[in-house]
Structures are given as structure tokens and as C-alpha cells.
């Protein structure tokens, strides 16, 4: 498994790199495995505001459709369109350029309580 | 239903060897992918894939009154059949609705085979079994899906892969067997049968094989894959190249309310052939029109449609997705949809993916134009 040992993760998969207010938010490269064939992911537009694992969008393999959660609250700034058009190249890249949001977090203390690289791992391991 | 529940084929131990991803499938315990459902799809497109279609059942129908019997129980017109022959066709009950969709083969004059799907295999053999004790008619009916293995063969390079399990002879007349026509064969001394048939839109072949010889022939044909590219193909791009050649699949596109005129396979219901069970129903639909018909549709809007989505048209409630997914080698997505009669090719609708409208188009059916013949 090869995490990138600064993000956190959530039990949802997704995995969140903070520095300061910002966050950039993905999906992890084991959920990725898991759903097979990426065919498609619905983001949504810059702006929008959720709450903690509120759904901001959706992953899509060949044969199921999955929510994505939002692992911290936060306003959307920024959203990949290269994956947006691309989606399959999540399965090579689910970290690196296979972010899929920027957002300005609204309480940057909830990074805190997410998991660690390693912690996520010993989960995805159960 | 759970794993525990589900009934294994003889090929699952060499699923299962194969890192196959397995999934509960119709009571059974099948391969949904071995690498990836786009990679097998291509596979299968371009060179050869085999599928376990172990779980779908077969019935023999033996007697002077078979061809009788089974004329007045299908849709399709078992006359028309050479020995050897072999045709689409399905059953109805009273109401018009399809009990299952089958392919029927004319082994002798007084002998036919019936390949019927895994889902159903109880609900048919008891339905062909009390109706045919009804019916006074010098025939009898025998299940045997648990005798027969069946593997799928699919692909260009299906006649060369499939033909390697067979002697010369048997390889010639292979070569000259006609589309849907089936044809007895000796695989490892062993009696078997192989149909020029499939559910992919490329040429193929099925063979019907003794359960103890599952094994020994999946692993022959696997180990012609140097040479013409044989890879083992999971349900997911088994579904993936159905859906491109327009196939229905029992469950999604149809069931026991759906009539083959509303499912579009009205070029295999020969209403008048004669009387057959459902019959009735089906002239009545006809006379007063079908309110329903079945769809190919394209996606404009970006999105995936699913089976259960609704389909809106001129903002109002107008049918069903019945089966969705991506179109791996036409490009973008679609499906099939169940919608209202009135809509024809080239027409626009909606289809509500989880509460956003995406805009889809009516398309010719099948989408992937077949290579079968």
C-alpha cells in the first residue's frame, strides 16, 4: 500500500491533504481497486458548502455506483476536470492528481479526528 | 442471498484459482470479473474470451408428440426447424407475460434440446413438466442442468479456439455449422454438443459438456490463449456486450408482465403459427395496441443510467430503464428502456438519475451491430 503519509483518511475512503484552511479531498487508491473499472464521477460545482460527511458527488465503476462523503466540512473552491473527463485515471492515480476537490474548510479541527495513513491501513486490513 | 446459500458451478474452484472477484448471480455463485470488466469487454470484441455458463439449465424433450408439445407452450415456430437447427424463442403464461426466454434446438425428429436461464430453472422445468403431464401427449420431459457444464466460446478467434478441443472431422463441420444450428461432438471420448450461439454480438459458440469434463476443457481452451488471445470473461462484460448487441436479460428486460411484443422480440412470435399458451393475450395486445415497447437508448447528458430508473418524457412519467451501463466499444452509456409505444427513434427523453434529469436519445436497436453470422 503506498500512502501518502501526510493525508488522513476517513472509514468512507476518501482521504483529505490540509495545509492551513485548505483542503484537497480524494479517494483512496484501495476504494478505487475495490470498485473496479471507474466509467464515471459526478462532482460538484466550485461554491458549494457541505457538512461532514455529507455526499458531494458520486463514483461510478462499470457496475455500481458509489457516494463520495465529505471528510471534513467545507466550501468547494476548486474541482479536477481533467478527472472529471478522464475518470479511469483514478485507477493509476487516486492521490497524486487524482485529487478531486479543493475546499476551505469551515473547522480545521476535524482533521485532527480522522485516521492517520496508518491507521486507515489496519482498517482497510480488517 | 448469501454465499453460503448459492450454488456453486463445476468451474468455481478455477474461478476462485484465478483470483476471480465472485458474486451471488441468479442462486449462484459466479465470476463477475478476473482483471477488468473494459479489458474482458475488449477481449471479447477483438479476439476470444469463454464464460462458465455452467448455472443455465437444459431440458430434454423426448416422444412422437415432442414438436406438439413444445409448439403449443413457445412463441416461435418449431416447424420451420431443420435437426440441427436451433431458434430464439419463449414462453408465456396465460396473461402473455414471458416465463422465460429459451433457445430451443431440434436434436431428432422426435427429440429437442432447451437451453433456459440459471434464474429459472425451477420455475420452467415445473412449469414445461405439469403442463406437458396436462396434456396427454406422448412426451417426456427431463431435467438436466445438473448434468451439463456449458461453456461460452466468444470472439473472432472462437472457431479456432473452440474447434482445438475436437478431432478433424468434428473440426470440419464445425466450420460449417450455421448460425444457432447445434451439432453433436466428442470432447476427451465423451459425448458433447456445441451451438453456434451466443449473448455477446460476436460469432461464438456454446458447448455443452458432461459436468466432470468442466475442468479439463475450460483449462484446454485457456491454453490456446498465446496464440489467439483466450482470456476467461466474467458477468459484469458479459452484461457490457449483451447490452451492446441488444440483448434482453431475463429479470432486468423482462418478466412474467412483459410480453415479447412489448420486449421487441416480436420477429420470433409467430401468432400465427397455431394455438400456444398466451396466445390469446397476445392478439388481444395486438389488436388494441401495444401501450409499451422496449427501447435503445443513448445517453446526451453525461451519466449512467441503472435498471429501475424512471424515464420522463414532455415532463411526465413515461416508462423504466430496464437495463444500464456503459457502451464499452460504441462509446458513452445507454440502455434499454421499457417506455410509452408512442415514443420512436431519434425521440428525447429524460432519465432520472438519482434526482437529476439527464437527457438520453432513442436509438436504432442493437446499438453494436452483431457479428455473429
Known amino acids: 500500500m503506498d500512502l501518502q503519509k501526510n493525508l488522513k483518511f476517513t472509514k468512507d475512503h476518501e482521504w483529505v491533504d490540509a495545509t492551513g484552511t485548505t483542503g484537497i479531498v480524494g479517494v483512496t487508491a484501495y476504494a478505487i481497486e475495490q470498485l473496479g473499472d471507474i466509467v464515471h464521477i459526478d462532482l460538484p460545482e466550485a461554491g458549494k458548502v457541505y457538512k461532514t460527511g455529507e455526499s458531494f458527488g458520486t463514483i461510478e465503476s462499470t457496475k455500481t455506483v458509489s457516494d463520495l462523503y465529505m471528510p471534513v466540512a467545507g466550501k468547494i473552491t476548486a474541482v479536477n476536470a481533467a478527472v472529471k473527463k478522464a475518470p479511469e485515471s483514478l485507477q493509476t492515480d487516486a492521490y497524486k492528481n487524482g485529487w478531486l476537490v479543493k475546499i476551505e474548510m469551515s473547522n480545521v479541527s476535524e482533521v485532527a479526528a480522522l485516521l492517520d495513513a496508518e491507521g486507515y491501513e489496519s482498517f482497510i486490513k480488517e | 442471498m448469501t454465499q453460503e446459500k448459492s450454488l456453486k458451478t463445476p468451474l468455481y474452484d ?89 433457445i430451443v434446438y431440434k436434436l431428432g425428429v ?36 445438473d ?14 479456439v473452440t474447434g482445438a478441443l475436437f478431432s478433424a472431422t468434428d473440426q470440419a463441420l464445425l466450420k460449417a455449422l450455421p448460425y444457432t444450428n447445434i451439432m453433436p461432438v466428442t470432447l476427451f471420448g465423451q459425448a458433447a454438443l456445441v451451438a453456434r450461439t451466443g449473448y455477446t454480438g460476436e460469432r461464438g459458440y456454446e458447448i455443452y459438456l458432461p459436468a466432470s469434463l468442466a475442468e479439463s476443457t475450460w483449462n484446454a481452451l485457456l491454453e490456446l490463449s498465446g496464440e489467439h488471445g483466450v482470456r476467461p470473461i466474467g458477468l459484469g462484460a458479459r452484461d457490457t456486450l449483451r447490452l451492446e448487441a441488444g440483448y434482453l436479460l431475463y429479470g432486468n428486460d423482462m418478466n412474467d408482465d412483459v410480453s415479447p411484443l412489448e420486449a421487441g422480440i416480436g420477429w420470433a412470435t409467430k401468432i400465427d403459427k397455431g394455438p400456444f399458451i398466451g396466445r390469446e393475450a397476445l392478439v388481444l395486445q395486438k389488436t388494441r395496441g401495444l401501450s409499451r415497447r422496449m427501447v435503445m437508448f443513448k445517453m446526451v447528458d453525461d451519466g449512467i443510467p441503472r435498471h429501475g430508473m424512471a424515464v420522463i418524457y414532455d415532463g411526465k412519467a413515461a416508462g423504466e430503464v430496464t437495463s444500464g451501463g456503459v457502451f464499452p466499444t460504441v462509446g458513452g452509456s445507454g440502455g434499454m428502456a421499457l417506455v410509452a409505444a408512442s415514443l420512436k427513434e431519434g425521440d428525447e427523453f429524460f432519465v432520472d438519475i438519482r434526482g437529476q434529469q439527464k437527457r438520453a436519445i432513442i436509438v436504432k436497436r442493437p446499438i453494436y451491430a452483431a457479428k455473429t453470422k
Open chain 2, 14 to 102: 478455477a474461478h476462485v484459482a484465478r483470483k476471480a472477484r465472485m458474486v451471488p448471480f441468479g442462486g449462484w455463485l459466479m465470476p463477475v470479473s478476473y482483471e477488468s470488466v473494459l479489458a474482458e469487454h475488449k477481449t471479447v470484441r477483438d479476439a476470444c474470451g469463454i464464460f462458465d455458463v455452467s448455472h443455465m439449465g437444459e431440458v430434454r424433450v423426448l416422444g412422437s408428440d415432442a414438436e406438439k408439445f413444445l409448439q403449443s407452450i413457445t412463441i416461435n415456430d418449431l416447424t420451420k426447424l431443420p435437426i440441427g437447427g436451433g431458434q430464439y424463442t419463449a414462453m408465456l403464461n396465460e396473461r402473455g407475460g414471458m416465463i422465460d426466454d429459451l
Open chain 2, 110 to 145: 422426435e427429440e429437442f434440446f432447451i437451453c433456459m436461464n440459471a434464474g429459472n430453472r425451477a420455475k420452467d422445468f415445473g412449469w414445461i413438466d405439469s403442463t406437458c403431464k396436462k396434456s396427454n401427449l406422448k412426451v417426456t420431459v427431463t431435467n438436466e442442468s
Open chain 2, 147 to 160: 448434468v451439463w457444464a456449458q461453456i461460452a466460446v466468444q470472439g473472432p478467434n472462437s472457431l479456432p
